[in-house]
């Protein structure tokens, strides 16, 4: 696996020369791959710093998911097809608009740097005259060959959003969770609407006793309970970090594209070692 963020960038003076070489290395790179990989763009705006996951397959940007992060503020994650507009391109045109748009602009200014594969990590200047955010150009971190279960989960937010799109972020769905180590399972209806969890009803089995339950939650346990995009989140930060030497990561969907299992499970368990969710019955009412 290529990961450009694990390599030394080391600051090279512009050299066109050198820049060709980059590119041609990175037509090698994207032919292997078959144009389908991900990489991280870093950009910054008004004391907020953003990172855009940018998902190319078969040479065309399919999803991307910004986070965006503000001092003394939540972190924001959105998930979405970008637009041409946006300036969120694939590699090849990066290194088309570096060359095109960017390094004539820039000129001697232009601050170019490359990871020990030869690969561009950036290329960019900071505009003359100007006040505030005035860097030009492009970040780079965190190329990767091939897709792995983050990118699987942003494929998946963004069939989702515009799935909740349609259903003005009203709908309800089932999760499921606990297994025989554990001692219960719950599975809970959560029904959403306007994107709030309007009501939970839970049938929980205890198996210690083998007896079942069934209850309404209370207001205050509505409150603390996430609706499907809170379980989007779980995945992505609780699950996709995980290291799979250390556990076995899943995350599946079902044939609408949309979350049907995630979690994570201890290696070689011979028991119910799964801590994770299984997510059903996805609709609109």
């Not at 505030?132 to 494929?155: A, F, M, S, T, V």
């Not at 069934?214 to 995009?229: A, C, F, P, Q």
């Not at 995945?235 to 979350?259: H, M, N, R």
């Amino acid at each position: 696996m290529f990961n450009a963020s694990s390599l030394l960038a080391q600051s090279q003076p512009p050299s066109k020369e050198q820049f060709q070489q980059s590119k041609a290395q990175w037509a090698k790179l994207q032919k292997q791959c078959k144009q389908t990989y991900a990489y991280t763009l870093l950009t910054s705006a008004h004391d907020r710093t953003i990172e855009t996951r940018v998902v190319v397959q078969n040479g065309q940007v399919t999803a991307a998911l910004m986070t965006t992060k503000i001092p003394n503020q939540a972190t924001q994650r959105t998930a979405f097809v970008p637009a041409p507009t946006q300036g969120i391109f694939t590699m090849e045109k990066i290194y088309q608009d570096i060359e095109q748009r960017i390094w004539p602009k820039a000129g001697q200014n232009l601050k170019i740097s490359y990871d020990s594969e030869g690969i561009l990590q950036e290329a960019g200047y900071e505009r003359v005259g100007c006040k505030g955010d005035c860097y030009e150009g492009y970040r780079i971190k965190d190329i990767r060959l091939k897709l792995g279960i983050q990118e699987r989960i942003i494929l998946s937010m963004v069939k989702w959003e515009q799935q909740k799109a349609q259903w003005n972020n009203t709908y309800y769905f089932i999760a499921i969770s606990g297994g025989k180590a554990a001692g219960y399972s719950s599975e809970r209806t959560i029904y959403v609407r306007n994107g709030k969890v309007i009501k939970v009803s839970e049938v929980r089995v205890n198996y210690k006793t083998n007896t079942s339950s069934r209850r309404l939650y209370t207001r205050t346990e509505r409150s603390k309970t996430g609706n499907l995009d809170g379980f989007y989140t779980y995945a992505l930060t609780k699950v996709a970090p995980v290291s799979p030497d250390k556990k076995d990561v899943y995350f599946k969907t079902g044939e609408s594209g949309l979350i049907s299992l995630v979690g994570t499970a201890l290696k070689n368990c011979e028991d119910d070692c799964f801590t994770g969710y299984t997510i059903a019955r996805i609709r609109s009412f």
